[in-house]
């Protein structure tokens, strides 16, 4: 069952990613179910499994084939510039289930659902949604005092910052630092503090502004603590539980 899933998988990532150019998804965009490359695309996908599956469950093959191309279609049909992340999302959501589907159709399998909402599993989870939002939340209501202070000496003519980019930043390095502390590589997390100071170093030395610099200093040494007393407060939890 898992080499099977793993050529599918291999499959899937090879048609749609690997031996997909940028110039095709633009076609297909504009043309629809018109492109030549729509069907160029597919036909890809036809022989990298009938390649790695070395000509064996034909039947799988056919199923998986005719679904992408439904699922491509309905896909390009509906997608704008508003939406198409999520029909993104949707699309590459609806390949695998087809994949797991058909996987599970030739082994069937059992999900053991009491492991999968086990204490061990719940108390990772908590943490990692401590870690990503919780932590984002408390930290936005501890510097709600200087942001205004900051927007004001901020200088227009620097120009702005992407949108939610500061958010996601701090998610993601809460996460390295919570998964290094997870697998006991401490030193990677001043490695990861070096490598921040860095690339802020430039943009606060521009700006000269000392609010500022002590203001992503505060941001960098709260985003950093809490993530540690996550990943300290989790290891010594998963222990003794």
Partial sequence: MILLTLKLLLAHFIGDFMLQPSHWVDDKLEKKWKSKYLYWHIGVHLLVLLVLLQFQHIGMVAIIIVTHYFIDLGKLSFTNEKNYRWLFVLDQILHLSVIVALVY??????IDLKSLFGQENLLLITFLVFVTYVSGIIM???????IAEIIKDDDPEEGGSLKNAGKYIGML????????????????????????????????NKGKNRKLTEYVLIGTLLSFGLAILSGVTYTYLIEII
């Fill in 140 to 146: 936005r209501m501890l510097l709600a005092p200087y």
């Fill in 105 to 110: 159709w030739t082994t069937p399998f059992e």
């Fill in 173 to 204: 390095e809460r996460l390295f630092v919570f998964g290094f502390i997870m697998i006991g590589q401490w030193a990677a997390i001043g490695l990861l503090i070096a490598a921040k100071s860095v690339f802020r170093f430039g943009d606060l």
